[in-house]
């Protein structure tokens, strides 16, 4: 696998690169403030442009994104190459003090449409994704709408991302029976630390021909290299997501023994777990390309490097008797919690 042998997206028929480019860290903003992108305007910029130079053909952002810096990064940066790139972004996520301004409401999801294409300085989005289900809102109203951006020009595919198997279900039933044109794709969280997805997600996606964005490939930074036992420490991220980094609970504990087991099986294969980890997204058939989010220029060339990686059988065996397939360490992990499981009220007479 390199990064010249492109993967079709799903039924789409569209070509993308193995990898793409994640855009979360970018932003206006030096890193270093609270709230801020750990990376500035003018080195994302350089980052998207030098990602492209090495052969990425696919851009992942969303308006959430530092508030929409990181869409106006990404447009900067994709001036004189917007045709050579498909660009994905998302809404849901609150854009202002007002919630009103968020959610997949018709009413928002046509006001974000139009907030995104100006940040990004583009006429059309090739993929506009739906960040996270909205439980108040229909999902024929969100996929109606969609529908609506495709038939006016504004946007040309539509996708979701951490829908439970239900919900990617429903969709694909719900187009069909109302003459509307369905999801094509679904992003969501993949690596050896994270396989919750492999029992239904994604042969769900490989039934209906979804194409699969697969995020975290280092699992948030505890496949990082900087996890393991020697370093005593959990990964950088410690503060950004509170539970899932807490390494005092039973799960996390095991969790961190699995990333240090997944760390000495790379220095045996002689590779980065940087390398072992991509290697590992990219050999699922469902996965179409991996979301790919480095903070510097060393981090994307560790992350182009690893494209070049082909794990054979007995390797991915040997992954498999460290994580067996199918396993989650941490609810959260899986991207999002449904409500049924996260608020007590909802399973309590």
Same mark, same amino acid.
């Given at each position: 696998?390199?990064?010249?042998?492109?993967?079709?997206?799903?039924?789409?028929?569209?070509?993308?690169?193995?990898?793409?480019?994640?855009?979360?860290?970018?932003?206006?903003?030096?890193?270093?403030?609270?709230?801020?992108?750990? %990376?500035?305007?003018?080195?994302?910029?350089? !980052?998207? @442009?030098?990602?492209?130079?090495?052969?990425? #053909?696919? $851009?992942? *952002?969303?308006?959430?994104?530092?508030?929409?810096?990181?869409?106006?990064?990404?447009?900067?940066?994709?001036?004189?190459?917007?045709?050579?790139?498909?660009?994905?972004?998302?809404?849901?996520?609150?854009?202002?003090?007002?919630?009103?301004?968020?959610?997949?409401?018709?009413?928002?999801?046509?006001?974000?449409?139009?907030?995104?294409?100006?940040?990004?300085?583009?006429?059309?989005?090739?993929?506009?994704?739906?960040?996270?289900?909205?439980?108040?809102?229909?999902?024929?109203? %969100?996929?109606?709408?969609?529908?609506?951006? !495709?038939? @006016?020009?504004?946007?040309?595919?539509?996708? #979701?991302? $951490?829908? *439970?198997?239900?919900?990617?279900?429903?969709?694909?039933?719900?187009?069909?029976?109302?003459?509307?044109?369905?999801?094509?794709?679904?992003?969501?969280?993949?690596?050896?630390?994270?396989?919750?997805?492999?029992?239904?997600?994604?042969?769900?996606?490989?039934?209906?021909?979804?194409?699969?964005?697969?995020?975290?490939?280092?699992?948030?930074?505890?496949?990082?290299?900087?996890?393991?036992?020697?370093?005593?420490?959990?990964?950088?991220?410690?503060?950004?997501?509170?539970?899932?980094?807490?390494?005092?609970?039973?799960?996390?504990?095991?969790?961190?023994?699995?990333?240090?087991?997944?760390?000495?099986?790379?220095?045996?294969?002689?590779?980065?777990?940087?390398?072992?980890?991509?290697?590992?997204?990219?050999?699922?058939?469902?996965?179409?390309?991996?979301?790919?989010?480095?903070?510097?220029?060393?981090?994307?060339?560790?992350?182009?490097?690893?494209?070049?990686?082909?794990?054979?059988?007995?390797?991915?065996?040997?992954?498999?008797?460290?994580?067996?397939?199918?396993?989650?360490?941490?609810?959260?992990?899986?991207?999002?919690?449904?409500?049924?499981?996260?608020?007590?009220?909802?399973?309590?007479?």
């Amino acid at each position: 696998m390199s990064l010249n042998e492109l993967r079709v997206f799903g039924r789409s028929g569209t070509p993308i690169s193995p990898l793409t480019l994640g855009t979360m860290n970018f932003g206006e903003g030096l890193g270093g403030a609270p709230g801020s992108a750990p %990376t500035g305007a003018d080195e994302g910029i350089r !980052i998207i @442009q030098s990602a492209l130079d090495a052969g990425i #053909t696919a $851009v992942d *952002t969303a308006d959430v994104y530092s508030q929409g810096e990181s869409e106006q990064v990404v447009g900067r940066a994709l001036r004189g190459r917007r045709d050579d790139v498909f660009l994905a972004t998302k809404f849901h996520g609150q854009m202002s003090a007002n919630p009103a301004h968020s959610g997949n409401s018709r009413r928002w999801i046509m006001q974000a449409v139009e907030g995104s294409l100006r940040r990004l300085q583009t006429d059309r989005i090739d993929l506009y994704q739906a960040h996270r289900p909205d439980y108040n809102t229909d999902v024929l109203e %969100t996929i109606t709408a969609l529908n609506d951006l !495709i038939r @006016q020009g504004k946007i040309l595919y539509y996708g #979701t991302s $951490v829908f *439970t198997p239900a919900q990617l279900v429903e969709a694909q039933w719900l187009a069909t029976t109302n003459h509307l044109i369905p999801p094509v794709a679904n992003q969501v969280p993949y690596s050896m630390l994270v396989r919750g997805n492999e029992r239904d997600v994604l042969p769900i996606a490989q039934q209906y021909g979804l194409g699969v964005l697969a995020y975290g490939p280092l699992a948030g930074g505890w496949l990082s290299g900087d996890s393991v036992l020697d370093a005593g420490k959990p990964p950088t991220r410690v503060h950004s997501l509170p539970g899932r980094y807490d390494i005092s609970g039973p799960a996390s504990e095991r969790k961190l023994l699995a990333a240090d087991s997944l760390a000495r099986l790379a220095d045996k294969l002689e590779l980065s777990l940087v390398e072992l980890s991509v290697g590992f997204a990219l050999s699922h058939p469902a996965v179409s390309s991996v979301i790919i989010g480095p903070r510097n220029e060393e981090h994307l060339l560790a992350y182009l490097k690893a494209a070049d990686t082909v794990l054979g059988e007995s390797v991915l065996d040997a992954i498999d008797e460290l994580v067996p397939p199918g396993t989650n360490f941490v609810e959260r992990d899986a991207g999002a919690i449904v409500p049924s499981l996260e608020y007590a009220e909802l399973r309590r007479r």
